[in-house]
């Protein structure tokens, strides 16, 4: 996809969420990521779209925040309208959905996932503390075999999807990858479950502005905006389940 078809694709999807505005912005009373039922909100970024350049550009969270989550919480809302899963919390959807809901599927983990990840990014520099960076290299040798296995990861998924390190069902630190918008709380659908504390989007519409077709380029990137505070703090709550 180059970059004209790109902007297409990406203005198509903001028309599509921007079709009930009040639906996808409204955010009284709910929590956006994991204890709220639908309707489901866009949760605002935790900092300005500009905020992590040079490393992730001002055009890219654009569109990837406003467009493509907004058109994701649409699409979620309007596929749970119908159906019993609308009584969940986003959590509960993820861990009962199948793959003949699709529309759930698809646009429930398109909702989470990137509600996470854009926690999990920060314009200011943070680094592992001692107690995260023990737990890492226990589980993988070394911080740069980590840092190697996690990127492999990214680089590893064909087509769309996700590089994800989860607390497994057995406590213990794992890398990871699923396609599309799936993840590891969908527990009817993917081969190794847990809880995420770090993700990486390696969709196109993720970096393809200003790295075109060098996703490694933009894996490069990631990680000097990781926000290592987040991580370890999803990292305790996910030791305490």
């Known amino acids: 996809m180059h970059k004209r078809e790109f902007l297409k694709v990406a203005g198509l999807a903001g028309l599509a969420a921007m079709a009930d505005p009040k639906g996808l912005f409204a955010a009284e009373g709910h929590k956006t990521l994991l204890d709220g039922k639908a309707p489901f909100t866009l949760p605002p970024l935790p900092y300005a779209t500009g905020a992590l350049e040079p490393h992730i550009d001002k055009l890219t969270m654009e569109i990837h925040h406003d467009k493509h989550h907004g058109a994701y919480v649409k699409n979620l809302n309007d596929a749970l ?14 861990a009962r959905v199948t793959a003949k809901e699709a529309a759930i599927r698809n646009n429930g983990g398109g909702h989470y996932n990137h509600s996470l990840f854009w926690t999990l990014l920060s314009p200011q520099k943070t680094t592992p503390s001692a107690k995260l960076n023990k737990a890492i290299t226990t ?73 075109q077709n060098k996703r490694p380029d933009y894996i490069a990137a990631f990680w000097n905006v990781v926000n290592w505070n987040e991580v370890e703090k999803r990292y305790d709550a996910a030791m305490k389940r």
């Open 81 to 94: 309208a119908n159906s019993p899963l609308g009584s969940l919390s986003l959590e509960q959807i993820l």
């Open 139 to 211: 589980a993988f040798g070394s911080w740069d075999d980590f840092q190697k296995k996690f990127s492999d990861a990214a680089k590893g998924v064909f087509g769309s999807g996700w590089a994800w390190l989860i607390v497994g069902t057995d406590g213990k630190l794992a890398i990871t990858s699923t396609p599309n918008q799936d993840n590891p709380l969908m527990k009817e659908l993917v081969k190794e479950t847990g809880t995420p504390v770090l993700g990486l989007d390696v969709w196109e519409h993720a970096y393809y502005l200003k790295h």
